[in-house]
């Protein structure tokens, strides 16, 4: 029996992790433990829910107003306590976050092998996404397996110098997580059904990213202000971070708007009613920018630069920044250009197949398997 831990600590992380944990649990010789660092409360306990998945161990790191030292010392001691009581074969860590990075230095610290899913993105901007691309590039000389979820991925790790026999090619799991829920029909909050039952084109827009906060989150919402006043057929609804530096920004511009709707964040059930529904996405968000184009929904990315390329290169996001003239631009020309639309829905999605899950479990399970 080998035993798996899988720290996570945002909603991404379970959502993206929630695949493999439940495909490592179906291979009968995998006991599959779950680590919460608690970074989200009440956004990962909704997530939890949906995957009928329960954590093994909480730590509830959070605090109010707490630096980037404070949450850093607090996941390292939660999970060394967890580890120096516990054996276990592998550790699985996802993407960037900061329980990523602290989650395979303390796997180092115990020399247990780590497992990087979604490894190789990268901007080359260290503070872009802050702390997140730093975040990413720490755990690569840690890992001893890399599963990239594309090619490029991949090859950036090579040029690295990561052995190629540690590189696995895998696919994105949020495209995992994605077609096993999008299929269903979920109960909408009232305010979501009522926006999305409105008559009209619906823009969804999701910015919560560090670099963004002040000015940046100023000319993004002073463009959805200039959209919603330019097209009276266009409705907008922003799901709100829980970080007060988006909240009051995106309340002192937007509130009360008409045909905009400001929301306490979407269960994850909520957001895939409304990305289905709409016709234009907004986002800083990695995840959106990988399960949109699966959905055939054009997205414009609220950053200066991405480390998920390929998505620009297939043409299925386009990268807008946060000028406030340029998103009004771009969006007006989606609006109105019915070709320069159907471009960008139509362009095929790099990120995966849905079975990206079942190639990590394989492979981790090779690895493993090649050391005894």
Known sequence: MLKFLFIMGTRPEIIKMAPVVIQARKQGNIRAEILHT????????????????????????MQENQSLFELTARITKGIGEILSKNSYDMIFVQGDTTSAFLGALCGF?????????????????????????INRRLVTPIAS?????TKRAADMLLAEGVEEKYVKVTGNTVIDALLQSVEKEYELLPGVERI????????LVTTH?????????????????DIS???????????????????????????????????????????????????????DSGGVQEEAPSLHKPVLVLRDSTERPEGVETGALKIVGTNRQTIVEETCRLLDDAEAYKKMADAPNPYGDGRSSERIIEEAYKYLENLN
Do not use: C
Request: aromatic letters at 8%.
């Open 38 to 61: 608690g970074q989200h409360r009440t956004l990962a306990e909704e997530m939890f829910k949906h995957f009928e998945l329960t954590p093994d161990y909480d730590l509830a790191v």
């Open 109 to 133: 610290y115990q020399k247990i092998p780590v497992a990087h899913i979604e490894a190789g993105l990268r901007t080359q901007n260290k503070y872009s996404p802050f702390p997140e691309e």
């Open 145 to 149: 397996l890399h599963f990239a979820p």
């Open 196 to 203: 999305l039952d409105m008559p009209g084109r619906l823009i």
């Open 209 to 225: 990213r560090r670099e963004n906060f002040g000015e940046p989150h100023r000319q993004i919402f002073q463009a959805l202000l």
């Open 229 to 283: 006043k330019k097209y009276e057929d266009v409705k907008i609804l922003l799901p709100l971070h829980l970080n007060p530096n988006v909240r009051n920004e995106a309340k002192l511009i937007l509130d009360n708007k008409p045909r905009i709707l400001l929301t306490e964040p979407l269960s994850y059930r909520n957001f895939i009613m409304a990305m289905k529904h709409s016709t234009i996405i907004m986002s």
